[in-house]
Nanobody, 127 residues
Framework: QVHLVESGGALVQSGGSLTLSCVASGTNFRINARGWYRQPPGNEREMVAV???????KYADAVKGRFALSTDNTKNTLYLQMNDLKPEDSAIYYC?????????????????????WGSGTRVTVTS
């Protein structure tokens, strides 16, 4: 229903910076919450930074003060500015959006909630 595409992952040295982008596309949808998650090699996916349904920005303790979320609603784009990168930040970064989509049911439109994920972008930080 809603397609998310991440970009911006790369190989960088420790202390470097990257900006990840996530573009949402689709029709008749509303984004209720969105954010970034990551999955380090051999580990489970974890929350990095999100904007919740109330518009509150939340960050994992490990990235507070180094990472920052921003949005461009005209482009349906979510950014993650990552500064002072560390080897432990190496992971595949996934974009997630909690959306409401107007779905046609017969002759009517019915709002339905979905959780959409992108396919991920890899960030590798070398020491």
């Amino acid at each position: 229903q809603v397609h998310l595409v991440e970009s911006g992952g790369a190989l960088v040295q420790s202390g470097g910076s990257l900006t990840l982008s996530c573009v949402a596309s689709g029709t008749n949808f509303r984004i209720n919450a969105r954010g970034w998650y990551r999955q380090p090699p051999g580990n489970e996916r974890e929350m990095v930074a999100v904007i919740d349904r109330s518009g509150v920005y939340k960050y994992a303790d490990a990235v507070k003060g180094r990472f920052a979320l921003s949005t461009d609603n005209t482009k349906n784009t979510l950014y993650l500015q990552m500064n002072d990168l560390k080897p432990e930040d190496s992971a595949i970064y996934y974009c997630n959006a909690e959306v409401t989509v107007s779905v046609s049911v017969g002759r009517t439109k019915v709002p339905q909630d979905f959780s959409s994920w992108g396919s991920g972008t890899r960030v590798t930080v070398t020491s």
